[in-house]
């Protein structure tokens, strides 16, 4: 919150399967209880010129969890900046990563933040849980993009993809590197353990 941004695109799966294609994006913008977060139309367009055939213009993101969360947030803290939203589709493979890596580069410039809105380890013992999450804190740690595109999802992650891609967009434009500064599940936020867990990094 100490920077500000231009742009702001968030990388979230596709958690009803709503898109035909491999992504999807709009250029439409959003009500919050903060006031309107606009959608950078231009940013949008040059998004689906870069990847034809790639990335559909859909009305998906009015239900999707994975970026409406985050949208008052973004108000809040860069009342200013337009958002770029991208919804990946289960169905999305390395191949169609790496071609929305090579989309998204020209957009990402230094006034623009990539956020990642994805869960860890879904429905699992917490054992369980425990074994995939530190796997994936140890794929992270590496920064490998070859391990990081053979983790299972949604057993490690409920968005494979979106990982991958901004591990590698952090890496290509900011020379960045993961960093976990936390790792906690929702029994951690439960009043009685649960069955099933959700992770969280």
């Known amino acids: 919150s100490a920077h500000s941004y231009r742009r ?3 990388l979230s799966p596709d ?12 250029a439409r913008g959003y009500e919050t209880e903060f006031g309107p977060v606009e959608a950078d139309a231009e940013a949008v367009r040059q998004l689906r010129v870069n990847a034809p055939g ?23 803290y860069f009342p200013g900046a337009k958002v770029v939203p991208v919804a990946m589709s289960v169905k999305s493979k390395r191949a169609d990563w790496d071609a929305l890596l090579a989309a998204l ?18 429905y699992l013992p917490q054992p369980v849980a ?19 595109a053979a983790l299972r999802q949604p ?3 409920d968005s494979v993809g979106a990982l991958y891609v901004q591990t590698a967009l952090q890496r290509r434009r900011f020379a960045a590197q993961p960093l976990v500064i936390a ?8 009043e009685r353990p649960m069955e099933e867990t959700t992770s969280y990094n």
């Open 155 to 157: 057993d490690h992650a």
């Open 8 to 10: 702001i695109v968030i």
């Open 105 to 122: 580069l020209p957009i990402v410039t230094d006034d623009t933040l990539v956020v990642e809105s994805t869960d860890f380890s879904h």
């Open 54 to 76: 790639l990335i559909e213009e859909s009305c998906l993101f009015d239900k999707e969890h994975g970026v409406r969360a985050l949208l008052p947030f973004v108000r809040h």
């Open 15 to 26: 958690h009803f399967r709503r898109t035909a294609k491999m992504f999807a994006t709009s």
């Open 130 to 148: 425990r074994r995939f999450d530190q796997q994936t804190l140890n794929v992270l740690a590496s920064g490998n993009r070859d391990m990081i």
């Open 183 to 190: 790792n906690e599940s929702s029994n951690t936020f439960a």
